[in-house]
């Protein structure tokens, strides 16, 4: 049985006591005053001066209790603000992927703020365009997610003269700073969706603006608070997102070819361990093993350097020969290898020939080099329980068959 979990309280801040004690001492002279000043004004009702002081000490005892209201409404304020602040921090500590972190976002801050409408605007990482959330928390609407367009963060701004001119003429921000871009997404944002009453501050990542969120509600203009609980979202799902980022890149970099942007041996053997493991009976799978020809001589003759275009240039070659299900990689040296998913037999082979004919295609005369071409060995699975180490050491014989019968060539096991 799991013990209940014991929460340690808070010490009491010595300063909390001594407002608290110093309050009921105001209070308590207040009355005592007046109770002394009604007193002596009943002992000679003729007294004007005697009433005065009742109503002095009156006015006094008014204004104390409206300072004490103020000072308790502001103290709540900086509690809720305190406790909003916290609950963002927790949930953007607990994601670790930009979607959760984007999650964590429009569910904290929503509420924090009180939006009518919130807005998370971000630039997708595998496309040049900017995509936004819609959360509203009005009954009615539903979220809905807008593709906008890259130039809100790209376009060219203008010349500084004409910057300040601008900021000078609308009374906002310089649009080449962050908090500009993302009072220019936010003008975007109010367009597409339609939004009132809209602010906005940016999200970065690397020194660089890659979104904005978005507030908008219909009355009303904006506390301060919202303000500076926007500000503070904004900083700490900044600092999210570029750590989510950081991880992404770190794992990308440690499955990817450096030279040649392809998959690395590493990915694939990975892929195809994940792959052997979800495979139903009846998928077929090919392998292609792919050689460039005398890559030795060609080293040799025209310098490491030029070898590493060409490997660049016959990585490109073969993406673009591959069906849009198959996954290339760098193998090793000058050996790539692609995983061909549920071929037959006369479709490995056409693949193969359109990896030939792509590469015997490329133009090298930048790099000096006249033209190179491939071989190719293919072997797809006879049987569904064949395994992919076993097809690719098929094409791998099937590649040696191709380069001992003259190069240039697709050979089929």
């Given at each position: 049985m799991?013990?209940?979990?014991?929460?340690?309280?808070?010490?009491?801040?010595?300063?909390?006591?001594?407002?608290?004690?110093?309050?009921?001492?105001?209070?308590?002279?207040?009355?005592?005053?007046?109770?002394?000043?009604?007193?002596?004004?009943?002992?000679?009702?003729?007294?004007g001066g005697s009433w005065l002081i009742v109503g002095l000490v009156g006015a006094a005892a008014a204004t104390a209790a409206i300072h004490l209201v103020a000072v308790r409404a502001r103290d709540d304020r900086r509690h809720g603000e305190s406790a909003s602040f916290a609950r963002i921090l927790q949930?953007?500590?607990?994601?670790?992927?930009?979607?959760?972190?984007?999650?964590?976002?429009?569910t904290d801050l929503g509420q924090?703020?009180?939006?009518?409408?919130?807005?998370?605007?971000?630039?997708?990482?595998?496309?040049?365009?900017?995509?936004?959330?819609?959360?509203?928390?009005?009954?009615?609407?539903?979220?809905?997610?807008?593709?906008?367009?890259?130039?809100?963060?790209?376009?060219?701004?203008?010349?500084?003269?004409?910057?300040?001119?601008?900021?000078?003429?609308?009374?906002?921000?310089?649009?080449?700073?962050?908090?500009?871009?993302?009072?220019?997404?936010?003008?975007?944002?109010?367009?597409?969706?339609?939004?009132?009453?809209?602010?906005?501050?940016?999200?970065?990542?690397?020194?660089?603006?890659?979104?904005?969120?978005?507030?908008?509600?219909?009355?009303?203009?904006?506390?301060?608070?919202?303000?500076?609980?926007?500000?503070?979202?904004?900083?700490?799902?900044?600092?999210?997102?570029?750590?989510?980022?950081?991880?992404?890149?770190?794992?990308a970099n440690a499955s990817t070819d450096a030279l040649t942007g392809l998959p690395n041996r590493r990915y694939f053997d990975e892929f195809v361990g994940l792959l052997a493991r979800r495979r139903r009976a009846g998928d077929a799978a090919g392998i292609l093993m792919v050689d460039i020809d005398k890559f030795k001589v060609l080293n040799d003759t025209y310098g490491h350097s030029v070898g590493d275009d060409v490997l660049r240039a016959v990585a490109g070659a073969i993406v673009s020969a591959v069906r849009e299900d198959d996954v290339p990689a760098r193998f090793g040296g000058e050996e790539f290898v692609v995983l061909l998913r549920n071929p037959d037999p006369g479709v490995a082979v056409e693949v193969g020939e359109r990896i030939r004919a792509a590469v015997r295609g490329l133009d090298l005369r930048r790099f000096g080099v006249p033209h190179v071409s491939v071989s190719v060995g293919v072997a797809v699975a006879a049987e569904p329980e064949e395994s992919i180490e076993a097809l690719i050491e098929t094409a791998d014989r099937a590649l040696y068959r191709a380069k001992r019968t003259g190069r240039d060539r697709v050979v089929a096991a």
């Open positions: 799991t013990e209940p979990t014991t929460r340690l309280a808070r010490p009491a801040d010595p300063s909390e006591r001594t407002i608290g004690r110093s309050r009921w001492a105001l209070v308590l002279v207040l009355a005592g005053l007046g109770l002394v000043a009604v007193l002596h004004a009943l002992a000679d009702p003729t007294d949930g953007l500590s607990r994601s670790v992927s930009p979607d959760a972190i984007v999650d964590a976002i429009v924090a703020t009180e939006a009518d409408h919130l807005v998370v605007v971000r630039r997708r990482r595998e496309a040049r365009v900017l995509e936004a959330r819609l959360v509203s928390s009005l009954p009615g609407i539903p979220d809905s997610t807008t593709l906008m367009p890259i130039a809100d963060l790209e376009d060219p701004w203008p010349t500084a003269d004409d910057t300040d001119l601008a900021a000078s003429r609308t009374g906002g921000p310089p649009t080449n700073t962050a908090d500009g871009i993302a009072e220019r997404i936010a003008r975007r944002v109010r367009t597409v969706y339609g939004l009132t009453g809209a602010i906005a501050a940016p999200l970065t990542a690397d020194d660089r603006v890659v979104g904005a969120i978005v507030l908008s509600r219909r009355l009303g203009p904006w506390p301060a608070a919202t303000r500076r609980i926007l500000d503070v979202a904004a900083v700490e799902a900044s600092a999210a997102l570029s750590r989510a980022t950081s991880h992404h890149t770190a794992e």
